[in-house]
């Protein structure tokens, strides 16, 4: 329909077929994939746009909408690529990362995909599947690097700060991600963590 609308319209549309183009294309989460064509959009199509591998959340019993709402909360790859980049010359042997609300990993893979070795990442994660997604991609891209995965931020008091700075040394870099919540809990998801890089 809202094809026939731009081919019929000749791309001049008035106010109130624009204004009904964008209420359906909000209501229906529809994205262009040709002239005049529209389509849903997919868990891939936002993976591409975010910067992640094709099918990175693609996991045995992952619901649509479950992947939809992590890749909502994710990092985009290459604006934090651009913001993290001088770190390659500052640690030429690798870096020990604690990752807060890691999501489905996008510091990690923003940081591979400058060429910076992970020498350790501490990932604290509340979403198992979440976690999965992380681990599946830690052991396809052959890191060489140790992943420390913990469940729940409450989790890291200061003694298992210490535990985990006497296993893995300083780290060189602290990065959070926004929280992400179920989407069953969405609406008592409360305040979020900023993203927000401290060295």
């Not at 993976?47 to 909502?72: C, Q």
């Not at 913990?150 to 298992?160: F, G, P, Q, W, Y």
């Not at 926004?178 to 809990?185: C, E, G, M």
Request: net charge positive.
């Amino acid at each position: 329909m809202l094809g026939r609308m731009l081919d019929d319209s000749r791309g001049l549309l008035s106010a109130e077929q624009q204004r009904d183009l964008l209420r359906h294309c909000q209501a229906l989460n529809l994205m262009w994939v040709g002239p005049n064509k529209l389509t849903p959009m997919e868990p891939a199509h936002l993976e591409k746009a975010l910067g992640y591998p094709f099918n990175h959340t693609l996991i045995a019993d992952y619901p649509l909408t479950e992947r939809m709402y992590s890749l909502r909360y994710s990092f985009q790859t290459d604006t934090l690529g651009y913001h993290l980049s001088v770190l390659k010359s500052i640690f030429p042997q690798g870096i020990t990362v604690l990752s807060l609300f890691s999501g489905i990993g996008g510091a990690e893979i923003t940081l591979h995909r400058l060429g910076i070795h992970l020498k350790g990442v501490v990932s604290v994660e509340t979403s198992e599947t979440n976690r999965r997604v992380l681990k599946r991609w830690w052991c396809s891209t052959g890191q060489t690097g140790r992943l420390e995965q913990i469940e729940d931020i409450r989790k890291l008091t200061s003694s298992a700060i210490e535990r985990l700075i006497e296993k893995f040394g300083c780290f060189d870099l602290v990065i959070c991600q926004n929280s992400f919540t179920q989407p069953s809990n969405h609406s008592q998801s409360g305040s979020r963590c900023r993203k927000s890089t401290i060295f």
